[in-house]
């Protein structure tokens, strides 16, 4: 380190000396002509001062850059005292103590005490350069930890704003699942009314007159339809639907709907469809999907009562592990169709926004909305293995994204026109079923068909029936009965009567796979429909 001792001894040869003496020992000085440059010189890299006593007169200055000196500093000062000097006593003592650090040499000097002297000041100035040197390290070790945890505190900001995120998913998707259990739980005993509504129906119709008497009847089936309608909605939402999917062109799909969506959106509404070449064919039911669209292009045609733009597009979309995006959070990894159908009406208010999907939440004045529309969208992607996100701006219009499995099978085509179908007769039908009303009319409807019927009202009297040995050509059977279900039902009885036929009546249940013949057939059924499945698992 450089030393740098100044040095203010104006009387005689007093600086020349000092200089000499000290430099002896290696230490570079700088003498100063008066106070003014004196001060002039002060620095940070001053080492100390050798002042004479008898140049002591204004120090205002010198008193002011000491009192200013940084907390690590406190400046080494060597004072020559004089004999005679005009201060004395306490007052000269209080003196030298405000200028801090003094060591004081009476004279004559003798070479070795200024040396000590200066050799001491400037020990304790190198310890206050050290003492800088660490409070620069502390200081800029604490600048790095207020930086890390600066930067820990905006990463735990940003993992409790993603935990509060998803918490508040989570809590959406347990109320959506606990909606979904009411609804479909609500939508299978709906189910079981109107089956016995349709089955007594079925079989008084050929005894209801013309007239008045036959446009009531029309009128009673109309009503069951609408029904039927409104819980395969409440299923969709509770993703209990019997979904039938099948690889899909969207292509052909979404072009064959074209017609359909003009006549419903009224000539104010300009209708773009794009539908790129190539795209993965999807692994949907058609009708559900069908359904979907005209729900969502409805909301859109009543969010723009004064006419605007609606375009559906279709693309491929790709999720990660960890999703990314807009893509919904419960999406699995892997390659989607994604159909988005976009509007250009008067939006969704936020405060709205985490309610669309309930079931019978509407907007719309009573009697012009079920609230089931965008429930049942939402249901019937889940349940296709997809997910639906919405994007929507109040004034600017809203973007619905359907996000649907993708598949490599290739695209079945449409079912053709199915032939009417002769009912059996003479054959024996175990009916199994919990529910009194509807086993009475689906008993009366069976019978109208020809075949004879053996009722049970559970599965446990089924099976008894079997053991007893009575000849029975097929099983009928409910799934959703206490005890045992549908499923166990055919079990046992295949247990005691291997391949026999069964039909599995079910308004939302998944069933297992029993092979070729089981049938499944939503309720409420038709007489034809059930003649139909009948007819397919009896043999000739």
Same mark, same amino acid.
């Given at each position: 380190?450089?030393?740098?001792?100044?040095?203010?001894?104006?009387?005689?040869?007093?600086?020349?000396?000092?200089?000499?003496?000290?430099?002896?020992?290696?230490?570079?000085?700088?003498?100063?002509?008066?106070?003014?440059?004196?001060?002039?010189?002060?620095?940070?890299?001053?080492?100390?001062?050798?002042?004479?006593?008898?140049?002591?007169?204004?120090?205002?200055?010198?008193?002011?850059?000491?009192?200013?000196?940084?907390?690590?500093?406190?400046?080494?000062?060597?004072?020559?005292?004089?004999?005679?000097?005009?201060?004395?006593?306490?007052?000269?003592?209080?003196?030298?103590?405000?200028?801090?650090?003094?060591?004081?040499?009476?004279?004559?000097?003798?070479? $070795?005490?200024?040396?000590?002297?200066?050799?001491?000041? /400037?020990?304790?100035?190198?310890?206050?350069?050290?003492?800088?040197?660490?409070?620069?390290?502390?200081?800029?070790?604490?600048?790095?930890?207020? $930086?890390?945890?600066?930067?820990?505190?905006?990463?735990?900001?940003?993992?409790?704003?993603?935990?509060?995120?998803?918490?508040?998913?989570?809590?959406?998707?347990?109320?959506?699942?606990?909606?979904?259990?009411?609804?479909?739980?609500?939508?299978?005993?709906?189910?079981?009314?109107?089956?016995?509504?349709?089955?007594? /129906?079925?079989?008084? $119709?050929?005894?209801?007159?013309?007239?008045?008497?036959?446009?009531?009847? $029309?009128?009673?089936?109309?009503?069951?339809?609408?029904?039927?309608?409104?819980?395969?909605?409440?299923?969709?939402?509770?993703?209990?639907?019997?979904?039938?999917?099948?690889?899909?062109?969207?292509?052909?799909?979404?072009?064959?709907?074209?017609?359909?969506?003009?006549?419903?959106?009224?000539?104010?509404?300009?209708?773009?469809?794009?539908?790129?070449?190539?795209?993965?064919?999807? /692994?949907?039911?058609?009708?559900?999907?069908?359904?979907?669209?005209?729900?969502?292009?409805?909301?859109?045609?009543?969010?723009?009562?004064?006419?605007?733009?609606?375009?559906?597009?279709?693309?491929?979309?790709?999720?990660?592990?960890?999703?990314?995006?807009?893509?919904?959070?419960?999406?699995?990894?892997? !390659?989607?169709?994604?159909?988005?159908?976009?509007?250009?009406?008067?939006?969704?208010?936020?405060?709205?926004?985490?309610?669309?999907?309930?079931?019978?939440?509407?907007?719309?004045?009573?009697?012009?909305?079920?609230?089931?529309?965008?429930?049942?969208?939402?249901?019937?992607?889940?349940?296709?293995?997809?997910?639906?996100?919405?994007?929507?701006?109040?004034?600017?219009? !809203?973007?619905?994204?359907?996000?649907?499995?993708?598949?490599?099978?290739?695209?079945?085509?449409?079912?053709?026109?199915?032939?009417?179908?002769?009912?059996?007769?003479?054959?024996?039908?175990?009916?199994?079923?919990?529910?009194?009303?509807?086993?009475?009319?689906?008993?009366?409807?069976?019978?109208?068909?020809?075949?004879?019927?053996?009722?049970?009202?559970?599965?446990?009297?089924?099976?008894?029936? /079997?053991?007893?040995?009575?000849?029975?050509?097929?099983?009928?059977?409910?799934?959703?009965?206490?005890?045992?279900?549908?499923?166990?039902?055919?079990?046992?009885?295949?247990?005691?009567?291997?391949?026999?036929?069964?039909?599995?009546?079910?308004?939302?249940?998944?069933?297992?796979?029993?092979?070729?013949?089981?049938?499944?057939?939503?309720?409420?059924?038709?007489?034809?429909?059930?003649?139909?499945?009948?007819?397919?698992?009896?043999?000739?």
């Amino acid at each position: 380190m450089r030393t740098s001792i100044l040095v203010l001894a104006p009387e005689g040869r007093d600086a020349e000396v000092i200089g000499s003496v000290l430099g002896e020992i290696g230490l570079e000085t700088q003498s100063c002509l008066d106070m003014a440059a004196l001060c002039r010189s002060l620095g940070d890299e001053t080492t100390a001062l050798v002042l004479s006593e008898g140049a002591l007169g204004d120090v205002g200055p010198l008193a002011a850059w000491l009192e200013g000196q940084p907390p690590w500093s406190d400046l080494p000062i060597v004072i020559l005292t004089s004999r005679g000097s005009r201060l004395a006593g306490r007052g000269r003592q209080a003196f030298f103590q405000s200028l801090g650090n003094v060591t004081l040499l009476d004279r004559p000097l003798h070479r $070795e005490a200024l040396q000590s002297a200066a050799q001491a000041a /400037l020990r304790s100035r190198t310890r206050q350069y050290r003492t800088r040197s660490h409070l620069d390290q502390i200081t800029q070790a604490t600048s790095r930890l207020e $930086e890390r945890v600066a930067d820990r505190t905006r990463a735990l900001q940003a993992e409790m704003a993603d935990r509060r995120r998803a918490e508040t998913a989570l809590l959406q998707a347990q109320k959506m699942e606990a909606l979904g259990q009411l609804t479909g739980g609500v939508a299978h005993d709906f189910n079981n009314l109107l089956q016995g509504i349709v089955s007594c /129906l079925a079989v008084l $119709e050929p005894t209801v007159s013309d007239g008045t008497p036959r446009q009531l009847f $029309e009128a009673a089936n109309r009503s069951i339809e609408r029904g039927a309608k409104l819980t395969q909605s409440l299923l969709s939402f509770a993703r209990r639907q019997m979904l039938m999917p099948e690889a899909t062109d969207l292509g052909d799909l979404l072009s064959g709907m074209g017609p359909l969506l003009e006549r419903t959106l009224g000539g104010q509404i300009a209708v773009t469809i794009e539908v790129p070449p190539g795209l993965p064919a999807v /692994l949907i039911d058609r009708a559900q999907f069908e359904s979907a669209i005209l729900n969502l292009v409805i909301n859109a045609r009543d969010a723009m009562p004064a006419g605007g733009r609606l375009s559906m597009t279709a693309f491929v979309a790709t999720a990660g592990r960890d999703g990314g995006g807009d893509l919904p959070v419960e999406l699995a990894p892997g !390659t989607y169709v994604a159909v988005r159908v976009e509007d250009s009406g008067s939006g969704i208010d936020p405060t709205v926004m985490p309610h669309v999907f309930e079931p019978f939440f509407t907007t719309k004045p009573v009697g012009e909305g079920s609230g089931l529309g965008l429930s049942m969208v939402h249901g019937m992607a889940t349940q296709s293995g997809g997910g639906i996100h919405i994007d929507s701006t109040p004034g600017a219009g !809203t973007a619905i994204t359907l996000y649907l499995p993708s598949t490599s099978t290739g695209t079945a085509m449409p079912d053709a026109p199915a032939a009417d179908v002769e009912p059996g007769a003479g054959r024996t039908i175990l009916l199994v079923e919990d529910d009194a009303i509807v086993r009475m009319g689906t008993m009366a409807l069976l019978e109208n068909l020809g075949h004879q019927v053996i009722e049970a009202d559970s599965g446990e009297e089924a099976l008894a029936v /079997l053991s007893d040995g009575a000849e029975i050509d097929a099983l009928v059977t409910d799934f959703a009965m206490p005890g045992m279900n549908g499923a166990a039902v055919v079990r046992g009885a295949r247990q005691l009567r291997p391949g026999i036929p069964a039909l599995i009546v079910t308004g939302y249940a998944d069933t297992p796979d029993f092979g070729e013949a089981v049938r499944l057939l939503r309720k409420p059924f038709t007489p034809h429909q059930i003649a139909d499945c009948l007819s397919a698992i009896l043999p000739e």
